[in-house]
């Protein structure tokens, strides 16, 4: 549908294209929110460097990766090592505060809006900082629930009381055996609902929500819609990044904003009714709230 022909950056400069996206949302009938990994390190979430450091310095030390994604994915000897760094990340990136203000600015722009949010984001920011959990769908899953590792249901399981219990318990980088998670059906092993490979759990809360945004987004596509994405790269583009574009274009009352550090662009044919914003997602809020 779109030529290989990128628009890669704005030729007006960073405060021209800020005032272009105030006025894009003053004049938005309808904002449909698209949110990456970049909105959330916008927002302090950052997974390596100091916060890594303060809170996983042992880790560090015994296994020598340098941040909480490599973390994720070490082969731990055992279940109860696996846990103690798993809660700890929990604790950290989902029953937390985020250390900026980030996400409640955004919800201050678009709170009076007709809104909906798709993100591929599981630390439940959004949730946390008042969004309409109905106006929400969270494609990747949520660091809050567990599901079975087969899985021999589709269904999955809330985790904090049992994290929280990991997490204050652990020691020596352990957590205690009895409370390694199992399945309430099978006894197999659980594991965090993340969608990592064919073995995802989309449960019937998952269902709904995608037949949520599906039935807003038929519904208003022909509206004054800001098709408004924040710190999506290029992982997995398909999910909101390319339909971005596509209902954008075919919208001639649409516009795209793509809000990114270091990352931004958008195809020729809809340059025009787009606005990119090379900046720290943080500062441009920032800069709109106030």
Partial sequence: MFSRTMTTRSTNDYSVESERLRSALDNAETVVIGAGAGLSAAAGYTYSGERFRDNFADFEEKYGFHDMYSGGFFPYKTAEEMWAFWSRNIMLNRFTKPPKSVYGDLFSLVKNKDYFVITTNVDHCFQKSGFDKERLFYTQGDYGLFQCSEPCCNETFDNEEIIRQMYERQSDMKIPSELVPKCPHCGKPLTMNLRCDDTFVEDEGWHKAA???SDFIRSRKHSRVLYLELGVGYNTPVIIKYPFWKLTAANPNAEYVCVNLG?????????????????????????LKN
């Fill in 211 to 213: 037949e949520r945004y």
């Fill in 263 to 287: 990352e931004t662009g958008c195809p020729k044919e809809i340059a025009g009714q787009s606005i990119l914003i090379d900046g720290d997602i943080s500062k441009v809020l920032d800069e």
